[in-house]
């Protein structure tokens, strides 16, 4: 069973930055496809970044140029950080690893922005 536990999630004033990290319970040098998702109340769980094990990245339209996304596999780790936040990215993100085709998720981190 793989397990991906997320951490950095808090509260943050507009314009301000979190960095959000997701520790796997195996080697992520094989896994493809590794994201961040978030889902605010009362709207569906968005794509928010993407990273394969090429570190090639996609991101939403609406956190282009403000969150980016990276893997050290040597840590078996995933990171977003997140600057210029704004109220509207207030949510809560999880973790997602695609492995053999089959989704793996995180418990979340809330994030609040907030003045």
């Known amino acids: 069973q793989v397990q991906l536990v997320e951490s950095g999630g808090g509260l943050a004033q507009p314009g301000g930055s979190l960095r959000l990290s997701c520790a796997v319970s195996r080697s992520i040098v094989s896994i493809n496809f590794m994201g961040w998702y978030r889902q605010a109340p009362g709207k569906q769980r968005e794509l928010v970044a993407r990273?394969?094990?090429?570190?090639?990245?996609i991101y939403a339209d609406s956190v282009t140029g403000r969150f980016t996304i990276s893997r050290d596999n040597a840590k078996d780790t995933v990171y977003l950080q997140m600057n210029s936040l704004k109220p509207e990215d207030t949510a809560v993100y999880y973790c997602?690893?695609?492995?053999?085709?089959?989704?793996?998720w995180g418990q979340g981190t809330q994030v609040t922005v907030s003045s």
């Open positions: 990273i394969d094990r090429n570190s090639n990245t």
């Open positions: 997602n690893a695609m492995i053999f085709g089959v989704p793996y």
